[in-house]
């Protein structure tokens, strides 16, 4: 408890040194309505709660899914696995404008909150669609319990609230955006990762130069050393950083050089 607390307490200033109008984030508690808050780079998000501000934080501030991983290079080809609100997808694409993103985020809320997202920055290297990624293509079902950044595909309760989602396998994804490699593949999908990646065939994992994903021990079967020991044995050198407060959590990066 006390290592959670001087976690949180030691990111708190974070907020208020990087986005102009932190304040904003008041409205939050007090209206409870949606409130545009702005970072100092002069990107701009539209967020629903403090969760919300909290995402931003670590992705676009801490720039979790780069700071122990490569930089993003601009021109870089992107994919974004559970893209949320946009923030990933958005702040790479402001700060890279030759970047092409593809966003891929099934929940219809956060969803048209991508959008608007996207919108309110001018952002025209998105691809954003309202669809889910996983084992194979078609249908699936997103399990709709807890805060909308914990939806996911993976719960297997029967009483579990969900909604039907249409869903595209990784290998789909390449092949309908005629994609011959992708430079950085960024997952954050509540356990939906094993079923993607161990679904995804060689062919089209030959094609991706770097992995950032969040890993979610316990949401299946398998296990984020299961995921290192899979992507080394196909070539990936791959490194983990578990969450400095939920032992369950982490970050796994995993890299191959082209020849």
Known sequence: MIRRIKYYLSSVPTIPGQISNWYACFGLLLNKKPVVIKLRNGCQFKVRSLMDVWIIKETCLDRDYESNATSIQDGWTVIDIGAGLGDFAISVAYEHPNCQVYAYEPFPESYRLLA????LNSIRNVIAMPVAIGARSGEMTLFTTGAAVQHTTTNTSSTAASVTVQGLCLDDVFEMNVLSVCDFLKMDCEGGEFDILFNTSEATLKKIRNICLE??????????TDLVNYLRQRGFQVETFPNPVHSRLGFLYAHQSFV
């Open 116 to 119: 608007e997202n996207i919108k």
């Open 215 to 224: 890993y979610h021990d316990e949401a299946t079967e398998f296990s984020h």
